[in-house]
């Protein structure tokens, strides 16, 4: 697949080493061979992009831009060598240099461009837009410091800044000449233009300045290459001198330092108002640079705006981007002339939304006035949109009453104003889609019914998936190998053919090295978790993980309960496991999450005390992966026997954590939730493991629900809450985990724990009974890998392009 000469490779390195580093070769670093390297390959994918760039000029194609607030996007050296398919001859001509390839691979920072699935999916879809040749874009910020890096000290999560090399990166490529300034604050004064017709100036805004950079994203086949544009914030030159000369030196460092703070770190703590204008200011930089900068390309080949939304599609990834309804309509207003009702056509027609989330809290609000303070213009706008809305709704449907009005106003109203982000999105966008078949129904019979009934043409479903590059042929290779042996390599780039491995399902050899590659994976991560959590593993043990954020709603106290309960059968029993396991964790909790960072305690804590029991310890195993990200993701997964997908029936809108140890052989173990719906259907439900109530369970349930009344039917859940309240694993601290049996027993129990636990306990004992049976195990697991191609964000790319985007295929 290979169409690059590699002739020149060793020179581009020498010259990097000569005359970016100044040193030798003999000279150089483990980091100093990684820089050169990457900046070896680099030529080769900006050689594709540039060749993609005019591909895309000369035939005026319509483009796709993805605006998100993250980009999750991995290690892109490994990357990008197995999509150009030059893996394997740049590693030998590394080592002929002398050179040790996989630590050089190891030298790589994740790019902290984000936090968790939503980053991570948009990763896949630019993956699978290059992959499969279509023209499509991200946008985002270019961050210095992602979420945070997670330490743990005495079981506590700790968080530290998460640094990465952005301004010494090789794959970043500044394109400081194409920066963009970004009026903000200031005021609105009230005027008349010379037609007597009302126009608002704002005034005294200040000035931000985005300098973007361009990441190439590599498609598999090394035909295209897609750009991801991220923008640094920095303060206008211009502002800043002045204030300088005034004599004002303090107040100009400090206004810098201000400005520059936006690209700072991702998603700064809302938790004081400060933090929510900045966490505010943040979105509307991101939205106002990736307008402008979209509407400058239009019109490099387009003199008129009549054919823009013929020639742009605009994807909101979640609520984060949903200014984009009132920036373009701004800019199209206010900068370009367009007559209000075109403008808003365009808009529509140009603009999708995505919802991530069935969480109402998670559905974003920003109190009026901070809006009015950082974007009084926008505010205006969004006004106006908002009373042309409802002026339509009193007209179309005159018998509304004014609780459904008020429910779909894009303010609202009361002693607090807010602005509804996700009724802007909505009303300004031509599609709205959910992210699997059960999380789209609820969006439009839970979430936003009203905005259903009144636009159902609009809703639409699109189940994520993820890409087999990096989350089979990159992560685990042997895996991928094997397949290839099988049935050739096509399945990489039509993930579909997968299948084809299925006819192998009854062969005891080939079942037999399916499973000798999961042993060997497990091997490998059983050092890691020897080197990162200090647990001794036994890779012949099931290995039970549960790798996600940590969130009540995820369930990872549910895990933790039943870890309980099995450690005080067979310590207080004498009962013994059908199959030994060890218990993997990993997940960060966000830093003002007090329950879910006391989950992380309680899971050190329950840890310590059964890895240091002797009677157990040969049984259960538990450990902690801290700072989890794309690498360590792509070490666990592929070792995972189980996959632990046990969020509460409703509250999970995807998932695609389930897709890859899907596909990488783990049998799941979840509720009917998110895509664990669909994959039920797609791998069977003799391979996969299902257990709780479901989505109309959780509603009827929670009409009358009363925890206690459990506790008093199940004495198994009763000594697991008792050992909660008693201290047993943390007599250090008496009563530090009381929030967490206030919360189950007390409170409600809204994630309904309790109502699962039985179900959940019973469901894995079945589990440990079923592993005895290796072969029948290992048939399940290939089942699993063979049965989910349909999970290819390749198959979901190609639906929002011909569903949504209008777009195709250029090649």
Not at 14 to 40: C, H, P, W
Not at 121 to 132: E, I, N, T, V, Y
Not at 430 to 444: D, P, Q, W
């Amino acid at each position: 697949m290979s169409y690059f000469d590699f002739t020149g490779f060793e020179h581009a390195v020498r010259q990097y080493v000569n005359y970016e580093l100044g040193k030798d070769m003999a000279q150089t670093s483990r980091i100093d061979q990684f820089f050169a390297v990457s900046s070896a390959v680099n030529r080769f994918v900006m050689d594709v992009g540039m060749q993609t760039r005019r591909r895309y000029l000369e035939n005026d194609v319509k483009r796709m831009y993805y605006v998100s607030m993250e980009f999750l996007i991995g290690r892109l050296l490994s990357n990008n060598l197995l999509n150009l398919g030059i893996l394997s001859k740049c590693r030998d001509h590394v080592g002929q240099m002398g050179w040790d390839f996989d630590a050089i691979i190891e030298e790589e920072h994740d790019p902290a461009l984000g936090n968790g699935g939503l980053g991570r999916l948009a990763a896949c879809f630019l993956d699978s837009l290059a992959s499969l040749d279509m023209p499509g874009f991200g946008y985002g910020i270019n961050y210095d410091y992602g979420l945070f890096k997670q330490r743990i000290v005495n079981g506590y999560q700790r968080e530290k800044p998460d640094y990465w090399p952005n301004r010494s990166s090789n794959w970043l490529i500044r394109r400081y000449g194409n920066r963009i300034l970004i009026p903000i604050y200031g005021r609105i004064e009230d005027t008349r233009d010379t037609d007597g017709e009302y126009n608002p100036m704002w005034v005294d805004w200040s000035l931000l300045v985005g300098r973007p950079h361009d990441i190439f994203i590599a498609g598999y086949g090394g035909r295209t290459a897609n750009r991801l544009r991220l923008f640094s914030a920095w303060a206008s030159e211009e502002f800043d001198m002045q204030i300088f000369n005034e004599g004002d030196y303090f107040k100009a460092v400090e206004d810098k330092i201000k400005s520059e703070s936006i690209s700072k770190i991702l998603y700064p703590s809302d938790s004081q108002e400060s933090g929510q204008e900045l966490r505010l200011v943040q979105e509307y930089f991101l939205v106002a640079c990736s307008v402008h900068d979209i509407i400058r390309i239009f019109q490099l080949s387009h003199d008129a705006f009549d054919r823009f939304h013929e020639k742009v599609a605009i994807q909101m990834n979640d609520t984060h981007p949903a200014l984009t309804v009132a920036e373009l309509m701004r800019t199209l207003v206010d900068e370009h002339a367009l007559p209000w009702e075109q403008a808003w056509k365009i808009t529509t027609l140009t603009l999708g939304y995505t919802n991530h989330t069935l969480l109402p809290e998670a559905l974003e609000t920003w109190p009026l006035h901070i809006v009015e303070k950082v974007i009084p213009r926008h505010l205006q706008i969004i006004y106006e949109i908002n009373s042309r809305f409802i002026k339509e709704l009193r007209q179309s449907f005159p018998d509304m009453g004014e609780d459904t009005i008020s429910r779909l106003s894009i303010i609202q109203e009361g002693n607090f104003k807010q602005v509804r982000m996700a009724n802007l999105a909505i009303i300004g966008s031509h599609s709205v889609n959910g992210v699997a078949r059960i999380h789209s129904e609820l969006v439009k019979t839970q979430l936003v019914p009203d905005f259903y009934t009144l636009y159902p043409h609009k809703f639409n479903n699109k189940t994520n998936g993820v890409t087999p590059r990096r989350w089979i042929a990159l992560c685990n290779p042997d895996l991928a190998d094997l397949i290839s042996e099988a049935i050739g390599d096509r399945w990489i780039a039509d993930l579909e053919r997968i299948q084809e491995v299925e006819r192998y399902v009854d062969d005891r050899e080939f079942v037999a090295r399916f499973m000798a590659v999961k042993h060997k994976n497990k091997e490998k991560l059983g050092q890691v978790i020897k080197s990162k959590s200090f647990v001794r593993v036994n890779p012949e043990a099931i290995f039970d993980i549960h790798a996600k954020r940590i969130h009540e709603y995820k369930r990872q106290l549910l895990n933790v309960m039943n870890i309980i309960h099995m450690y005080l059968s067979l310590k207080d029993d004498g009962n013994h496991v059908a199959s030994p396991r060890v218990f993997v964790f990993a997940g960060k909790a966000a830093p003002g999450y007090k329950i879910a960072k006391l989950i992380i305690k309680l899971i050190h804590d329950v840890a310590r005390v059964i890895n240091n029991d002797p009677d157990i310890r040969e049984q259960i195993r538990v450990a902690f992966i801290p700072d989890y990200r794309v690498t360590h993701a792509e070490r666990i997964i592929p070792a995972a026997d189980v996959s632990e997908q046990i969020s509460t029936a409703g509250m999970e809108a995807s998932g695609t954590g389930n897709m890859k140890f899907a596909m990488n052989g783990a049998v799941t173990l979840g509720t009917m939730d998110g895509a664990n719906i669909e994959i039920s259907e797609r791998v069977g439900r003799d391979n996969i493991y299902i257990f709780g109530h479901t989505v109309e369970g959780i509603l009827k349930l929670r009409q009358n629900y009363s925890p206690r009344s459990y506790l008093e039917n199940d004495s198994g859940l009763k000594r697991v809450i008792e050992a909660l309240a008693s201290d047993l694993f943390n007599k250090k601290e008496p009563g530090l985990y009381t929030p967490l049996v206030d919360t189950l027993v007390n409170h409600g129990d809204f994630y309904c724990h309790i109502a699962d636990f039985s179900d959940y306990c019973n469901t894995q004992l079945k589990i440990g009974i079923d592993y005895q049976d290796a072969h029948a195990w290992g048939q399940k697991a290939l089942r699993n890998t063979a049965r989910t191609g349909w999970f290819s964000s390749d198959r979901t790319i190609n639906e929002y392009a011909a569903e949504i985007w209008g777009i195709q295929s250029q090649i």
